[in-house]
């Protein structure tokens, strides 16, 4: 089989081994563009713009055959006839032509599944042997750029992966070489510098440890002007000690709130206006260092450190006018903005980046990210959205961009029309994603949570069961802090809805130990989510009043959405609270006007719920809103409700438009939806008995008294399971 190197000079690997340097600009710049969109075709226009960086000339479609005809007889050899295929669109390397980038990437994604810390080191080693310096070696601009800093992250993955494995096997000498020659080529990585002093110290050397430590501390002091990172001290401090000291990334930090409006201040006032500067030596190593303690502190789960980090390099950025870098850091700050007041600051800062940024698939980029990227805060479904304009967008990083950029580019895009396509739509895009085979373990974990969440919304329980249990199986130590707590998310998803009330308790009690790695808004918002069902399923009236005044805390603190008001108001319901919850429900539409809510995440529960609100009050002044909601309702394809993506599933669709055709005054409409609501939940016990109470509300007195029974005997049952099994435990 004939292969392609791009992890340092682009070359052709004959079966020999040996390597055969493409040097003639046109066929080089051809094979790069070629092997970063591989598996992929290479647009024409694409490979036009990298051959011709001024403009094609007016004959380029000939001359850019002749070149690829030069490189099928460079590429050709008896194991692969065709190299290259020539299709409408552009071109594609055959699947006969192997990257080493590629093998690269599927060793470290198998190694994120391995337990035997032998069988890491054994698949990472030939993996590491590919490296031969820089990839992409002398290709300047988009895309090389961006997929030559996720290679070199694939790079240090690999080898802090492999180094911790020699660790746990006591063998930490084996890998320190290839430490120090990946912190040659990145001096002041503190991720390295924290693994090679760990590595250091248990091969028994604490003096070249220190010696570590106190040069990253000068070098960090007199070319960056920074100070070491919190965890690099405490691991200093603790070989000074000789205490215990593990392997990095499995240790928590701090969570102190950030300070967005002090950073904002500075980071939008610096001038945008050139994407053309270049960062000089030293301050292009502060923005990589602080860029690199960003990545750290995102994948610890560490959001408000992480903030910290790329927001300073963003203000470095922008003294240099490098808007590029600015753009890049960006998408960034998306994946890390769960904080309300983190989200308006990067929205602030996207836009004043949008208007600037000149490199057009950056600019898609970031355009997508905007309507997309910002997750849990309200701030996606506060603006209307250009569904056209993030489809041209998203057109546009395909045809331009790496498979890396479009499987982000295409999640931000699934993200964005939550609630607007339906879930079979959005289960596609989600497949195209893993076909791209993405590296990210965000990306990843975020994608599997996603198809969690569609399947449920597409009423296929099987294959949400079988996606939990895959979700779970992924597991491993080593892993973004946020996903693990998304495993847990899934799992309290899942026995909610099957009436696993005692497990449910067990998990949210695990989420508390999450405390200090995820920002405290995000946790105390995804639990109080989950604890919010559990409390309405328990009737549990001292609960109810808490999350009552919880809910209410965070509606006056979300400008955005009116979710959390609309489920104050269904708490109020279920404590009886009647008018209170009408005039939650009243100050919420005059504030967000229900019935024009934003295309966005929670749309569709927002209505939903109001309509629970609207039927249990029974406002005859409320009608035509009540008659408006089921219109609206009515027209989403959803078969299914969720809540607070991905947190819960609130059940059948029908069940809520039954609520909503009861508050209009339509009884015999109500009775026909409740009833398919009680069919739809028949598999999930708790489900069942609110559509069977629901259902109650508008049957005959006799049936409605059969029918409240039979849902106090599956509530019965629920609770005496819990109590056996909260009893076991204790």
Request: aromatic share 6%; charged share 20%.
């Amino acid at each position: 089989m004939v292969a392609v190197s791009v992890l340092g000079e682009l070359g052709v690997v004959s079966g020999d081994g040996t390597t055969a340097l493409v040097s003639a600009t046109g066929p080089k710049r051809v094979l790069g563009q070629l092997a970063i969109t591989a598996p992929g075709v290479a647009w024409t226009a694409a490979l036009a713009d990298t051959v011709w960086p001024l403009g094609p000339p007016p004959s380029y479609r000939s001359a850019l055959r002749n070149t690829v005809t030069r490189l099928r007889r460079t590429l050709k050899d008896a194991a692969c006839p065709e190299p290259i295929l020539h299709l409408d669109s552009g071109y594609q390397l055959s699947n006969q032509v192997a990257i080493d980038a590629h093998q690269l990437e599927r060793s470290v994604i198998a190694s994120r599944e391995m337990g035997d810390p032998e069988a890491v080191v054994a698949c990472l080693t030939p993996a590491l042997e590919l490296w031969k310096g820089v990839p992409y070696r002398g290709f300047e601009g988009h895309p090389f750029e961006s997929e030559r800093h996720r290679l070199e992250q694939l790079r240090v993955e690999a080898l802090e992966t492999r180094q911790r494995a020699l660790i746990s096997v006591g063998r930490p000498q084996a890998g320190i070489h290839r430490l120090v020659a990946a912190l040659a080529d990145h001096q002041l990585h503190e991720g390295l510098v924290e693994l090679l002093m760990v590595s250091h110290y248990h091969a028994g050397d604490q003096r070249k440890a220190l010696e570590l430590f106190h040069t990253t501390q000068g070098g960090l002091r007199s070319v960056l002007g920074l100070e070491p990172s919190p965890r690099l001290v405490a691991l200093h401090q603790a070989i000074l000690n000789h205490g215990e000291v593990v392997a990095p990334r499995e240790r928590l930090g701090s969570d102190r709130k950030s300070t967005p409006a002090r950073l904002l201040g500075s980071a939008v006032a610096s001038s945008l206006t050139s994407s053309h500067g270049r960062l000089v030596s030293s301050s292009a190593e502060r923005v990589s260092a602080l860029m690199e303690r960003g990545d750290s502190s995102a994948f610890l789960g560490h959001f408000n450190d992480a903030f910290d980090s790329y927001m300073a390099a963003v203000e470095e950025a922008q003294a240099n006018e490098d808007v590029t870098i600015v753009g890049q850091l960006c998408l960034r700050l998306a994946a890390v903005t769960w904080e309300p007041d983190v989200a308006s600051t990067v929205a602030t800062l996207l836009d004043h980046t949008i208007a600037h940024v000149e490199d057009p698939v950056l600019g898609a980029e970031l355009r997508i990210c905007r309507a997309g990227g910002l997750y849990r805060s309200g701030v996606e479904g506060a603006r209307p959205l250009d569904v056209d304009g993030l489809r041209q967008d998203l057109e546009r990083v395909r045809r331009f961009g790496s498979a890396h950029q479009l499987g982000w580019a295409t999640t931000r895009y699934r993200n964005a029309l939550a609630g607007v396509i339906s879930a079979a739509d959005s289960l596609a895009l989600t497949a195209s994603i893993h076909d791209l085979s993405p590296v990210d373990p965000l990306l990843v974990g975020h994608n599997d949570r996603a198809i969690f969440a569609d399947s449920l919304r597409a009423d296929d329980r099987v294959a949400a069961l079988h996606q939990r249990l895959a979700i779970e199986a992924r597991g491993r130590d080593a892993e973004p802090a946020v996903n693990a707590f998304g495993r847990l998310t899934a799992r309290n998803a899942w026995n909610l809805a099957i009436g696993r009330f005692a497990e449910v308790q067990r998990d949210l009690a695990e989420s508390l130990s999450f405390r200090g790695q995820l920002g405290s808004y995000t946790l105390d918002q995804v639990i109080m989510g989950q604890s919010f069902w559990l409390t309405r399923e328990l009737h549990d009236r001292a609960a109810l009043e808490s999350h009552l005044a919880a809910a209410q805390a965070f509606g006056a603190q979300d400008n955005a959405t009116p979710l959390w008001a609309i489920a104050g108001a269904l708490l109020a319901t279920d404590l009886g609270e009647l008018d209170v919850a009408s005039e939650m429900v009243d100050e919420a539409h005059a504030r967000f006007d229900l019935l024009a809510l934003p295309e966005g995440t929670h749309r569709l529960p927002i209505q939903a719920l109001t309509a629970e609100v609207l039927a249990v009050t029974a406002r005859p002044t409320r009608q035509a809103l009540a008659q408006a909601l089921y219109t609206q309702l009515d027209a989403h394809s959803d078969h299914a409700v969720l809540a607070g993506w991905p947190t819960i599933f609130a059940g059948s669709k029908h069940r809520f438009l039954g609520f909503a055709a009861c508050a209009a005054g339509d009884a015999s409409l109500a009775n026909e939806h409740l009833r398919r609501a009680v069919h739809d939940d028949r598999w999930m016990p708790p489900l069942k008995v609110r559509s069977l109470d629901a259902l109650a509300l508008v049957a005959p007195a006799d049936e409605a008294q059969l029918l409240t029974q039979q849902a106090g005997f599956i509530r019965a049952g629920l609770f005496a399971r819990m109590e056996r099994l909260s009893s076991s435990r204790g």
